[in-house]
C-alpha cells in the first residue's frame, strides 16, 4: 500500500489486516509507520524518487493500491499548490505501473485512487462511471491520475480506479466541517443547493476489500454511499445529530476570500451514484446519511 498513513489509509490497513491479509506499507518514514501500526504491518521504505525495482520485498505482493498524493484541503491552491498535488498523484502512480510493466510487480489487481472531482461541476446531473471527466482544476488532476494508471500493459493485472467522495469518519472532512456546528454558528456552503457525494470510512474500506476479492469489477468505480444528499441537507442532519442549529449559511464570497480557488469543489458538488459496485452486488452497511454521521460522530458528540 503506498499512502497508507493517512486517514482512509489507516482504516483501509485495519479492514484488511482484521480479515486476513499480510499487509506491506510502503512510505518515506519507516519507523514512524511502523510504530503507529504496532508493527503489525511490514514497512517498506522507499524516498518517492528511486524505482521501484530496487525493493525485493514487492516481488511477491498480490495487491497494489496507491492512495499517496499531496493534501488537497491543507493550503490554498496558488500555482505551486496545484502542481504538486498533481505531482505527487503522477510520480508515484507513475512509478507503481513502470514497475508493474517491467515485472518488478506482478500484481493480480491495481487499486488506484482518484475522486469524484473526477466529473467536474455537474449541478443535478445523476453522474454514473460512464460520465465524461469535467473541466477544472480538479477534473483533470483526477484525469491525469487515471490514465496514468491505465497504462498498465500487464494482461495479468486488473486495474481499478476508486473515485472517492466525502468521507465520514472520525478524521477528515467531516471533522472540519463538524467544527462550527460545536461552536453553534453551522450551516450550509453557498447556495446548500449542491449535492454532496459522501461515503462512510467503514463502508470505503470494505469497498476496496470487495475490489479485492471480486475479480469481475474493473475500471472507473464510484465510491460513494447509493443517495447523494444536498449540502443544506446534509448540514441541517448533522446539526441534528450533534443536536446543534445549523443557521448560519457561509456566503459563497467569504469562501472564495478564505480558500481562493479551493472554494469551487465546497461550491460544487456532483451527484454521484454508485452504478457499478451496486451492480457487482456490493452491500452497504450505512446508505443512510443519518446512521453514518451517528456512527462517525459518537465519540464526539457534544464536544
Known sequence: ???????????????????????????????????????????????????????????????????????????????????EILASRIRTTRAIV?????????????????????????????????????QDFLAQVCRDW??????????????????????LGNEGALNRMAFPFKLYIGGPMGTGNQWLSWIHIQDLSRMIRFIIDHQEVAGPINAVAPEPVRMRDFCKILG??????????????????????MAEMLLHGQRVVPKKILSANFEYRFSKLRAALEDALENHNGV
Open 98 to 134: 513502470t514497475a508493474i510493466n517491467n515485472g518488478t510487480i506482478q500484481p493480480k489487481v491495481l487499486i488506484n485512487a482518484s475522486a469524484v472531482g473526477y466529473y467536474g461541476p455537474r449541478e443535478d446531473d445523476e453522474l454514473t462511471e460512464s460520465d465524461e471527466v469535467g
Open 1 to 83: 500500500m503506498f499512502g497508507g498513513t493517512g486517514f482512509v489509509g489507516r482504516n483501509l490497513i485495519e479492514e484488511l489486516l482484521k480479515n486476513g491479509y499480510q499487509v506491506y506499507v510502503v512510505t518515506r518514514n519507516p519507523q514512524k509507520t511502523a510504530s503507529s501500526f504496532e508493527n503489525k504491518v511490514q514497512v517498506i521504505e522507499w524516498d518517492n524518487v528511486s524505482p521501484l525495482s530496487s525493493i525485493y520485498e514487492l516481488q511477491q505482493t498480490d495487491v497494489v493500491i496507491n492512495l499517496a498524493g499531496e493534501s488537497i484541503g491543507n493550503r490554498r491552491w496558488i500555482n505551486s499548490v496545484k502542481e
Open 146 to 167: 487515471e490514465k496514468e494508471a491505465y497504462k498498465v500493459q500487464n494482461n495479468l493485472t486488473r486495474v481499478v480506479t476508486i473515485r472517492i467522495g466525502v468521507v
Open 240 to 261: 441534528e445529530v450533534l443536536n446543534r442549529p445549523s443557521w448560519l449559511p457561509v456566503p459563497e464570497i467569504l469562501l472564495k476570500i478564505v480558500l481562493g480557488q
